[in-house]
């Protein structure tokens, strides 16, 4: 692995409440600007990374402007740190469980980003984002990259765009970490029901990312079936609504409890400290802020990867 010779300074694009920056954090780089045009996310990045400045701002528009500003926040000495510059642009017209935006519309944060890194030059970048995103993306080194393979209890695939760095795994299937490792009380749970309990992966509608109904101008759908998984595997991803538990009963898959907030943080490889509490945002915009995050490890092991 590289050993990392300088000092690790990144600035955190699209930030969201800070899955990149948390990772970032654990690989023990400073973390000297995020930014993000959501005001209640930026609130929570702002609890919980007290020492990190955190802007509310919308990207996309003039990239002198901004690398002004980031050069603001940046140590004057170049030459004494090592620059990372991530973003994580907005997946949802991306994403395949999304068919009422055209895909190639979700491209233009992403090549904005891209073009942000031309105009800047950091030493390393990388970009986040979902994995149709991989076969739009032209011109960049680019991976697919399974959180589980990195020991996050969940298996989110996601394509890593960027140069400067390696990921390399540190779990196989074999060894992937289970939501029952993550969250053992649920081992208790199971056996005061006196059964096995699941995961219900019950999936929203997907659509074929390339196919496009000349009539309306939205994304075909197509019916994808639902996964459940015993809660020893990692969680699956794309679902309807928050992970819901489940107890066998006579062999039917019943209704056990939702997951709270909390434990979703906990699948995704945030740490017990992080703190969700904050007055003014409701448990439906930190369902959106806790779907959408970076996992913490995947920022850790790029950071972790860098040439130098």
Known sequence: ???????????????????????????????????????????????????????IMELGGDIEELAEIIRSYLPHE???????????????????????????????????????????????????????????????????????????AQTRKRCIAGEGWTVEPTHDPGSWVGVSQVLPHLLKEAEEVGSDLWLDGQRSKGSYSGAIDPSTGKRKWRDLAPIFRSIDEPSYTIMRTSRRVLKDQDGEKVLHRTLTLEENLLIHGFPPTYNLDLNGITKKDLRVMVGNVVCPPVAEAIIRGLYQ
């Open 1 to 55: 692995m590289p050993l990392l010779i300088k000092p690790v300074v990144v600035v955190d694009l699209f930030a969201g409440i800070g899955g990149a920056t948390q990772g970032f954090h654990n690989a023990g780089a400073k973390v000297a600007l995020a930014i993000d045009s959501w005001d209640k996310a930026v609130l929570l990045h702002e609890h919980n990374f007290p020492h990190t400045e955190c802007l």
């Open 78 to 152: 170049s030459w004494e740190y090592h620059f990372h510059l991530h973003g994580s642009p907005p997946c949802q017209a991306l994403s395949q469980a999304n068919a009422k935006s055209n895909p190639d519309q979700g491209m233009e944060l992403v090549n904005w980003f891209f073009e942000l890194v031309d105009y800047m030059k950091p030493d390393s970048y990388s970009m986040e984002n979902v994995i149709p995103a991989f076969k739009r993306i032209e011109g960049r080194p680019k991976f697919k990259i399974n959180s589980a393979d990195l020991g996050v």
